[in-house]
């Protein structure tokens, strides 16, 4: 066995995996281990947030970590690197074996070398034997740099290629501003990591000021440039906007006045999907008004229940079963438009999805066959979805396969709106706010409790009549919920 093949066994390489259906990217939000930390197989080490759901990562090795190779915030790409552990630390110290770079991407490598002590140096290139520019030392804090001596032209160039002006206190910035943090060829100086993350941020390197040892720029450097309080607007901008704000023209700086947020992660994933959805399947929205005292009147009762007991029952648990009920009557609702076969899929299941508002953004987790489970547990598994949607926990695969979904847009106190499609389902149902309002009950107006209902559906799948059909069995069953018990 070569050292090379030994080094390779006994530094295990971890890569970002797939943690859903066909997802390309996760964002890091925390590591739990550092280098030198003792790892065992099956240990979480960092916890990931996919464009579905955060989720924690298991090493899937014995040892000692040996490198994170990103730090907490960055996006990267499936398949790529994120951790090494030394599975035999006992062996002495070794360096991890690096493959050795595509001519191509030989020129890339060495611009994006680490800055260290010394700089990397591909095969055939080095220093000039003539070359005498050394590195700044690092610069003590209120002190300017004392290089070695050297010749005047050289001396301007170590401080930026500026002559030092007469005024003292200007020398210490003059090189920041220059470039005191960049390499060959005034290059600002920073890892591959931050790069990228001053990418996606939209943030000019060159523009920051570094604050890490040698001139390093870091990721702490770069949040700061991307926040708004740390961009002071520009001196002469000051005088021309203080007078209109005094004269009371309300003219203000609207950059002043604005955050700027990247879209990632779970927010980025429902943009993508609602505009699919929206531009893809043609919807269909459907009304109506139903007077629903008679279930909320149930609600009270079953909460009484013993068979409920310790479960939540809520209205949004009637409705949930008053639509599986009717998808019952009306199975054909319950399909997907396959586009490349051009086939409609009809489903024998019906895995309910409830749309839930949480920390990161709208997530859609589903019930699996829940038009088999009994009221029981409808109420168990929804009680479930919404405690671990709330607590950001929900898995990729509880996000999977929906065929329908219900929102419940009436928490915030709306009557109704015109839901969106989920992406591959066939239907979306809106329920909204119950209110105590005037409505003819027997022949007499009286104060009864009154919802309304929006039903929006795939129009390739489903007719107008089918989907009327379907909504006016949903407001039957509300309406008087024994239709549970002759329908069901």
């Known amino acids: 066995m070569t050292a ?82 030394d599975t035999d630390p006992g062996a002495g110290p070794a360096t991890a074996p690096a493959a050795a770079p595509a001519p191509q991407e030989a020129a890339k490598a060495e611009e994006e070398a680490e800055p260290q002590g010394r700089q990397a140096v591909l095969v055939g290139y080095g220093a000039a034997p003539s070359s005498t520019k050394r590195r700044a030392r690092k610069p003590q804090a209120g002190v300017p740099a004392q290089p070695e001596p050297v010749s005047a032209a050289l001396q301007a160039e170590l401080n930026g290629r500026t002559a030092p002006a007469p005024v003292a206190p200007a020398a210490p910035v003059a090189p920041v501003v220059n470039g005191a943090g960049a390499g060959a060829a005034g290059r600002p100086l920073a890892k591959p990591p931050v790069r990228k993350l001053a990418k996606d941020l939209g943030i000019d390197l060159a523009t920051i000021v570094p604050s890490g040892p040698d001139g390093i720029i870091t990721r702490e450097d770069v949040h700061a440039a991307a926040t708004p309080a740390a961009a002071p607007a520009p001196a002469e901008a000051a005088p021309v906007a203080a007078p209109a704000a005094a004269a009371g023209t309300g003219v203000v700086d609207a950059a002043a006045r604005e955050r700027r947020v990247p879209v990632k992660g779970v927010r980025k994933a429902t943009a993508q999907a609602m505009v699919t959805s929206a531009f893809t399947a043609p919807h269909v929205t459907e009304f109506i008004t139903v007077d629903v005292t008679r279930t909320m009147k149930l609600v009270q009762e079953l909460k009484q229940d013993p068979d409920m007991a310790g479960l939540r029952v809520n209205p949004l648990l009637l409705v949930a079963k008053a639509f599986l009920v009717a998808l019952k009557r009306h199975p054909e609702v319950n399909a997907a438009w396959d586009e490349p076969r051009q086939e409609i899929v009809y489903k024998d299941y019906v895995n309910l999805g409830i749309a839930a508002a949480t920390p990161r953004g709208l997530i859609v987790p589903n019930i699996k066959d829940a038009g088999a489970k009994t009221l029981p547990q409808l109420a168990e598994e929804l009680g479930e979805l919404i405690s671990t949607a709330r607590e950001g926990k929900t898995s990729p695969a509880a996000m999977s396969g929906g065929t329908v979904t219900i929102t419940n847009v009436g928490v915030f106190g709306v009557d109704t709106g015109t839901p969106i ?13 119950v209110k105590l309002q005037p409505w003819v009950h027997k022949g007499k107006v009286k104060a009864r409790q009154v919802t309304t209902l929006a039903l929006s559906f795939d129009h390739r799948l489903i007719d107008g009549e089918l989907g009327s059909k379907l ?18």
């Open 421 to 433: 499609l989920n992406p591959g389902e066939s239907a979306i149902l809106a329920f909204g706010a």
């Open 471 to 488: 909504l006016a069995d949903i407001a039957a069953i509300l309406e008087r919920p024994k239709r549970l018990i002759t329908w069901g």
């Open 4 to 85: 090379s093949t030994a080094k390779a066994q006994r530094f295990r390489e971890f890569k970002m995996p797939d943690v859903g259906e066909g997802l390309t990217e996760a964002e890091i939000l925390k590591w739990y281990v550092q280098p030198g930390d003792t790892v065992t197989d099956g240990q979480v080490v960092c916890e990931v947030e996919t464009a579905k759901a955060a989720v924690e990562l298991p090493i899937p090795y014995d040892g000692v970590v040996h490198e994170l190779n990103f730090g907490e915030g960055v996006t990267v790409d499936v398949g790529t690197v994120i951790i090494s552990v």
